[in-house]
């Protein structure tokens, strides 16, 4: 077994966290893709749109904090954590080539975690840096808000891809789920509904965010200790979740 | 040595019975599961693999239960019916790969083994997406092979390959069986595993029908009722003739022929033409009339 291992300490046996050859084989699945494409879509917007409005209202200070804030935390991070989170293994457990991974003796925690570090290193290259490059943009430099934005979209990029990796084993429409916690949890109801955003990962991020900008404009709605303790429950229950629902992974048979 | 016991091992879908109390012991060699589409012999194969709980009874590899025990995947290699494996590897570096996950101590050279064995050596640098349907069974075959497990699993492994291929799977599952090692593969045809194992299992319809020796299930088929439709120069004459004889258990005139209800397959077949001929009655035409697999399961069962 290659990879990073950590040691039980009770009884001595090597329980490995991190698996090379279950990472290679998904980041080839996953970004040797054209789909991988699709991931670069949404950033590029929001440092083109970044661009386009430090180019037209350079002086204007409340925009920056109000694109990145919204646009980039309701809309990039989200559907970019979704869309790797749920095909990091999802796009496996389709096609029926997981069952490859699953007639080997790695442990289902193994890849379960595996799995869940390269989507959450993938959704911060594709969400979590370009909000920060349109940050220096639209800021002019590094300040406050732009390294506040980046700080809480790695730790968004976290939370949803345990989410959405636990969705995406757990179901078979992880995908349309993860758009209706999206788009309506999270963009509607969220809004409306004040405890609704108790269960809402952008707001998480954006609490974390909020406590580094200091700008109001961020609006989120738990405050930073909520976040933190919520966000460590939902990564570590999904992620449980996730194993466990692996663990029992079932082939129908023919006559079903 | 390493068996595989299933004692009283049912799984149901809903209300659908897939496998309905079956018991066996398999042993080292090869063994045939042999059945109808739907039989249950996948559900049977996904269960011995743990890619399926028993819903009732118990069902043990080497001594340990085989659901949620990756572990014992160091012993078991399996192949499932759907075809499927990463396009984007190469085939080398697919077993490769399955080589470092089974932690094989030199993953290239057991891969190389591997690949070796199933004749992909020249093919094994070039893309899975661009195999034909046989190479990329072959590929998967040395990527269940790689570890050197002792139990093989395949879910008709022969589908998609050409009779060469065939002949050669054939040969190397044969020869893994005489090594010892417990070999079971699934398939609908009944020369694929007459051709190949020694021990076949019989089920039909979620259920046990048969099993034993290849050849005992063999006259077990052959020696069955069989409706015959035969056409002659002279129907009515010759249907007089057929239930005087003791292979015939009925003859039924009907506008498309003579129906005739042989007891026995082999001794009808050697009978008729020779009583045409005494009779001097021109046959026209002699077709089995439930020649179809299904017939021939179904009558298994009720035997």
């Known amino acids: 077994m290659t990879g990073l291992a950590r040691t039980g300490r009770k009884s001595g046996i090597t329980m490995p966290i991190y698996n090379r050859t279950v990472a290679a084989i998904t980041l080839r699945a996953a970004l040797g893709r054209k789909r991988a494409l699709l991931f670069a879509v949404p950033p590029l917007i929001l440092v083109g749109v970044s661009a386009l409005l430090r180019l037209s209202h350079p002086a204007d200070p409340a925009w920056p904090a109000r694109i990145l804030g919204d646009f980039g935390f309701s809309v990039v991070l989200p559907l970019t954590a979704l869309i790797i989170g749920t095909s990091v293994l999802g796009a496996e457990i389709e096609d029926g080539t997981i069952v490859h991974l699953l007639a080997t003796p790695v442990p289902r925690r193994t890849i379960i975690l595996t799995k869940f570090v390269i989507a959450t290193v993938a959704t911060m290259v594709f969400a979590a840096v370009p909000e920060l490059v349109a940050g220096l943009i639209a800021t002019g ?16 990029a976290v939370i949803y891809n345990a989410l959405f990796v636990c969705l995406s084993v757990a179901t078979t429409r992880a995908l349309a789920l993860g758009l209706f916690y999206v788009l309506l949890w999270e963009g509607v109801l969220a809004n409306f509904v004040a405890g609704a955003r108790i269960l809402s990962v ?3 991020a954006l609490a ?21 303790v919520m966000g460590a429950i939902v990564t570590v229950l999904a992620l449980a979740v996730a194993v466990r629902k692996l663990a029992s992974f079932s082939l129908r048979g023919d006559a079903a | 040595m390493t068996s595989v016991e299933l004692d009283s091992v049912s799984h149901w879908y809903g209300n659908v019975v897939a496998v309905n109390d079956i018991t066996m012991t398999i042993g080292p060699g090869v063994t045939g ?23 009732r009874g118990r069902l043990t590899v080497g001594g340990s239960p085989s659901w949620r025990n990756p572990d014992l995947y160091r012993q078991i290699g399996i192949i499932t019916e759907r075809e499927s494996a990463y396009g984007f590897l190469t085939g080398a570096e697919f077993v490769q790969a399955t080589a470092r996950l089974q932690g094989c101590p030199d993953p ?12 992909m050596v020249g093919p094994m640098n070039r893309r899975i997406s661009t195999y034909s349907k046989g190479m990329r069974q072959r590929i998967r075959v040395a990527a269940a092979l790689v570890h050197d497990p002792e139990i093989l699993l395949l879910d008709e492994p022969f589908n998609g390959m050409d009779p060469r291929q065939r002949l050669h799977m054939m040969d190397l599952l044969g020869r893994l ?9 699934s398939s609908h045809i009944l020369e694929e595993v007459e051709q190949l194992s020694g021990t076949i299992q ?17 006259r077990l088929m052959t020696s069955r009722p069989h409706v015959f439709v035969v056409r002659s120069g ?43 001929r005494d009779e001097g009655i021109r046959l026209r035409e002699l077709l089995p009339a439930d020649e179809s697999l299904e017939s021939v399961f179904a009558y298994l069962v009720t035997s």
């Open chain 2, 234 to 276: 002279d129907d009515r004459r010759l249907g007089a003739a057929l239930i005087g004889r003791p292979a015939v258990n009925g003859v039924e005139l009907t506008p498309k022929g003579l129906q005739v209800r042989a007891s026995d397959y082999g001794a009808f077949s050697a009978d008729i033409a020779r009583l045409a």
């Open chain 1, 141 to 156: 430099g590094t300040t406050r808000l732009a390294v506040g934005l980046f700080v809480g979209a790695l730790f968004g």
């Open chain 1, 208 to 228: 974390l965010a909020s406590a580094v900008v200091r700008d109001p404009a961020l609006k989120p709605g738990v405050n930073l200790a909520t976040a933190v």
């Open chain 2, 33 to 55: 599961l042999l059945g109808p589409n739907g039989a249950g012999k996948s559900t049977l194969l996904h269960m011995i693999g743990g890619f399926l709980e028993p819903s």
């Open chain 2, 202 to 218: 019989v089920m039909v319809a979620g259920r046990l029908a048969a099993s034993g020796d290849f050849r005992a299930i063999r």
């Open chain 2, 108 to 119: 290239a050279a057991a891969a190389r083994r591997a690949i070796g064995l199933v004749d």
């Open chain 2, 177 to 185: 069986g005489e090594q010892g090692r417990t070999i079971v593969f």
């Open chain 1, 202 to 204: 952008g707001h998480y």
